[in-house]
């Protein structure tokens, strides 16, 4: 039986920010239960809620030295769904209303916690065969595990695999606040290791220090290898390109089951979605204040507002946009500007679009359900789980071809009937809208084709199972 460990910032049910929680909460349990035993490990933040902290077992606790300090590790420990997950307590550190702050205390945070999750393993009896780091937040354990704690003979055999879920974020503060943080030596601090433009840069670390890495689909892997998605680190990223491997996430098919979903108003599946589907957006035109039209073509976006996520492209044609016969609903939150901007067209256009700005998982669910298409123009996009729920579903996305967007949405040929949305492939408002025109047509149009097209969308596999078995492949080159 083999021993995998997952370290993580952040882990679904217990405390999540962003697509990463997703990936540390559903991995883990996709895997044969035969071959492997996976434990997690994350912080005990003061913001996971009391139902949680209620069912966490406190093992033991002791004190370990980070550079010049002596600092209190606690561990607690839960089974949850079949996998053990162990919380690493200190409330100096996890006392935040946030699992981050500011950068300057999050270097310190996550090399304590980086540290600290090494060094209960061997007080908590498990030694993994493989520990699987995620983002710059743990960039540092491949570091430790090639540094102090390879002299001692219990993580002599550990191999380290790092996963970059995005590469914009890398955990970058001067070297002098970072080497007093982490108690490495000066040494590490060289343009072949950690420092990076005059800076510490922990997931910089984390690349060069793991026996192999991954990123969340095949498109990104080569697009952060050239100077426009590398965010500086496409010279490492090429350096490396041998042991780099792209695998697109899952999606829990659990949670995100159209015909079992008690978040939305009807069930529905493959075999029915077009009498049951509609129903679901008279329900939501109702609840939103839109009128009540189940011929109208609805267009759905939920994310996080930002410029990663193309929202700039929107600004530029939304006025034309509301000419059509559509109705766009929008749920997230993010930059001001954003938010304001769908404010002001909800109401310009009240009959036309909506805006949630606020961010809940039950209104997610409805919108994936009710809506006909589904927006994700992004600049780029790692791997992106939006369009997995979309596709799933039977709400077409329309893309933008760049990272998992390529490589999870075909898009649509007239000739020969195939694809599962509409993608266009310039970063520009225009040919955005295009896209979004051509799907207009579709949809009117050729309605039979459109059916098609959400059938083959359904039916789609992007279980986690399918994702599991290419990290098993790459543990067993391990």
């Known amino acids: 039986m083999k021993k995998i460990l997952f370290i993580a910032s952040e882990c679904v049910?217990?405390?999540?920010?962003?697509?990463?929680?997703?990936?540390?909460?559903?991995?883990p349990k996709a895997f044969d239960k035969e071959k492997y035993?996976?434990?997690?490990?994350?912080?005990?933040?003061?913001?996971?809620?009391?139902e949680w902290k209620e069912k966490m077992n406190f093992v033991t606790s002791f004190y370990m030295d980070m550079a010049w300090r002596s600092q209190y590790v606690g561990i607690m420990e839960m089974k949850y769904d079949g996998i053990q997950y162990y919380f690493i307590d200190n409330e100096y550190y996890f006392a935040g209303e946030k699992p981050y702050g500011y950068i300057h205390e999050d270097v310190e945070k996550f090399a304590f916690f980086s540290k600290a999750a090494l060094s209960i393993l061997p007080v908590v009896g498990y030694q993994p065969d493989i520990v699987h780091c995620h983002d710059w937040q743990t960039g540092l354990v491949p570091v430790y595990l090639k540094d102090s704690f390879h002299e001692g003979g219990f993580y002599v055999n550990m191999k380290s695999v790092m996963t970059i879920h995005n590469l914009k974020f890398q955990g970058i503060w001067n070297i002098e606040t970072v080497q007093d943080a982490t108690g490495l030596d000066m040494s590490y601090f060289t343009p072949d290791k950690l420092e990076a433009f005059g800076d510490a840069n922990y997931l910089k670390g984390g690349i060069v220090y793991a026996d192999r890495i991954t990123t969340v689909s095949n498109t990104y892997a080569e697009e952060i290898k050239t100077p426009f998605y590398?965010?500086?680190?496409?010279?490492?990223?090429?350096?490396?390109?041998?042991?780099?491997?792209g695998i697109v996430n899952g999606l829990d098919y659990k949670e995100w089951n159209p015909q079992t979903d008690q978040k939305i108003s009807a069930r529905y599946s493959v075999g029915n979605f077009r009498l049951n589907k509609v129903k679901n957006k008279l329900a939501l035109q109702k609840e939103l204040g839109l009128p009540q039209d189940k011929k109208v073509m609805m267009i759905g976006i939920v994310s996080r507002l930002t410029d990663q996520k193309g929202f700039?492209?929107?600004d530029r044609i939304m006025d034309e946009l509301c000419q059509d016969a559509v109705q766009i609903v929008v749920l997230g939150t993010g930059e001001e500007r954003y938010e304001n901007m769908?404010?002001?067209?909800?109401?310009?256009?009240?009959?036309?679009?909506?805006?949630?700005?606020?961010?809940?998982?039950?209104?997610s669910h409805k919108i994936y359900a009710a809506s006909d298409a589904f927006l994700m123009p992004s600049l780029f996009e790692p791997c992106g789980l939006s369009q997995l729920m979309s596709l799933?579903?039977?709400?077409?996305?329309?893309?933008?071809?760049?990272?998992?967007?390529?490589?999870?949405?075909?898009?649509y040929n007239e000739y020969e009937e195939t694809g599962t949305?509409?993608?266009?492939?310039?970063y520009n408002a225009h040919e955005m809208l295009e896209a979004i025109r051509y799907g207009e047509e579709i949809y009117y149009d050729r309605r039979k084709s459109w059916n098609k097209m959400v059938e083959r969308a359904m039916n789609a596999d992007f279980s986690w199972e399918h994702s599991a078995k290419q990290y098993e492949q790459l543990y067993e080159e391990l």
């Open 13 to 27: 049910p217990f405390v999540k920010t962003g697509g990463l929680a997703d990936v540390v909460g559903s991995l």
């Open 37 to 50: 035993e996976v434990r997690v490990i994350i912080p005990n933040y003061k913001c996971i809620k009391p």
């Open 230 to 245: 590398g965010e500086h680190l496409d010279g490492l990223m090429r350096a490396r390109s041998g042991e780099l491997k």
């Open 312 to 314: 700039d492209l929107i």
């Open 342 to 363: 769908f404010r002001h067209f909800a109401w310009k256009y009240g009959d036309k679009v909506a805006a949630c700005i606020y961010y809940s998982d039950e209104m």
């Open 392 to 411: 799933r579903y039977g709400s077409l996305p329309i893309v933008r071809e760049t990272g998992g967007l390529k490589d999870t949405v075909e898009p």
């Open 421 to 426: 949305g509409i993608s266009f492939t310039n």
